[in-house]
């Protein structure tokens, strides 16, 4: 049997978040930034430190480790172009059926840089990470810029 989903319905198993982020700071400064925060300077809102693992490169794994092989995989690196262009793809931290890709599109703007963050999802987001990730999304880029913009 084959079911086909109404719009409402793909519209509810459906993420998106979209931000622009603009940085005082040089573009090789903030993409260095930017993979510090989502890396080993990650924390949580409370300030509270949360290191999570970035191996930049294609396939690349982003995770947290919490020591004596527990953790939490976040995603790969699905590209990377430095200093314009970081995509991951993956569960992110998300523990169910669910697939995300993030991209981050770098670009000069003046001295600074300019952020097109781009997060889409796509599986059983619950409504209670739908209601606080663009909040989440929002700390995590203030605080790379910064850190960007104290680095230059």
């Known amino acids: ?37 989502l890396g080993p300077g990650s924390e949580k809102p409370d300030g509270a430190p949360m290191p999570l693992t970035l191996e930049p490169w294609p396939g690349g794994r982003w995770f947290r480790d919490l020591g004596n092989e527990n953790g939490h995989f976040w995603g790969n690196v699905q590209a990377i172009k430095r200093p314009m262009l970081l995509e991951f793809s993956g569960p ?4 169910h059926p669910v697939t995300n890709n993030v991209q981050y599109r770098l670009s000069a703007e ?13 599986g059983l987001v619950q409504e209670e990470q739908k209601r ?15 850190r960007a913009e104290k680095s230059r």
């Open 1 to 37: 049997m084959i079911t086909t989903l109404t719009a409402s319905e793909i519209e509810n198993l459906s993420l998106l978040v979209e931000q622009e982020i603009h940085v005082d700071a040089p573009l090789d400064v903030t993409f260095e930034a930017l993979l510090e925060q």
């Open 92 to 95: 992110l931290f998300m523990s």
């Open 110 to 122: 003046g001295n600074g840089t300019l952020i097109r963050f781009r997060h889409s999802g796509f």
């Open 132 to 146: 606080g990730i663009q909040d989440g999304w929002r700390y995590i880029h203030d605080k790379v810029r910064e």
